[in-house]
T-cell receptor, first 115, second 114 residues
Framework: DAGVIQSPRHEVTEMGQEVTLRCKPI?????LFWYRQTMMRGLELLIY????????DSGMPEDRFSAKMPNASFSTLKIQPSEPRDSAVYFC?????????????FGDGTRLSIL | AQKITQTQPGMFVQEKEAVTLDCTYD???????LFWYKQPSSGEMIFLIY??????QNATEGRYSLNFQKARKSANLVISASQLGDSAMYFC???????????FGAGTTVTVRA
């Protein structure tokens, strides 16, 4: 079975440019999560969706960040305009359901560098 | 807010030996789930093992086992018969009752020596 698929694996772009990260969750999973990993702050939850609906975006750092899930098999995380401090590894994860007994399965991440 | 503490930033272990990674947590919820993830140098996050707060027995998955001590609020991961491929960062995480939010510890880097 295919796992969570993220693209691109690496992205290097200039400050001020728009960045779009993509995620395809595991088929049948109805929860999708976006995380950011940095050395300073570790792994942080940015936003999560249930059945394509955003449920909690309290972790989104600023209005420059936005996320969408137009259908059950695709989600995007967009940064516009990007800044050097957005450089991090961004993970997408999905689970069959939320709750304290369901593991979240992660994609390979997108390593983002903003110059 | 939930707090996960991993006090060992890095550990070395000899191949074929066992290693224990410490994890303590702080929560007032009676029901919660504990997870361990592995992150190799290639960067992906791999789910290893789960323990529920009401589970009577310690979880095991192959060479991974979880030493769960509820009263002490600890959930230590034991890797038996270490292999070179076990060299990675290991994260402890917790989800409180009926909550989506995984809180992660800072991680422990394990290096297996031949």
């Amino acid at each position: 079975d295919a796992g969570v698929i993220q693209s691109p694996r690496h992205e290097v772009t200039e400050m001020g440019q728009e960045v779009t990260l993509r995620c395809k969750p595991i088929s049948g999973h109805d929860y999708l999560f976006w995380y950011r990993q940095t050395m300073m702050r570790g792994l942080e939850l940015l936003i999560y969706f249930n059945n394509n609906v955003p449920i909690d975006d309290s972790g989104m750092p600023e209005d420059r960040f936005s996320a969408k899930m137009p259908n059950a098999s695709f989600s995007t995380l967009k940064i516009q305009p990007s800044e050097p401090r957005d450089s991090a590894v961004y993970f997408c994860a999905s689970s069959f359901t939320a709750g304290n007994n369901q593991p979240q399965h992660f994609g390979d991440g997108t390593r983002l560098s903003i110059l | 807010a939930q707090k996960i503490t991993q006090t060992q930033p890095g550990m070395f272990v000899q191949e074929k030996e066992a290693v224990t990674l410490d994890c303590t947590y702080d929560t007032s919820d009676p029901s919660y789930g504990l997870f361990w993830y592995k992150q190799p140098s290639s960067g992906e996050m791999i789910f290893l093992i789960y323990q529920g707060s009401y589970d009577q027995q310690n979880a095991t998955e192959g060479r991974y086992s979880l030493n769960f001590q509820k009263a002490r609020k600890s959930a230590n991961l034991v890797i038996s018969a270490s292999q070179l491929g076990d060299s990675a960062m290991y994260f402890c995480a917790m989800a409180p009752n009926n909550d989506y939010k995984l809180s992660f510890g800072a991680g422990t880097t394990v290096t297996v020596r031949a």
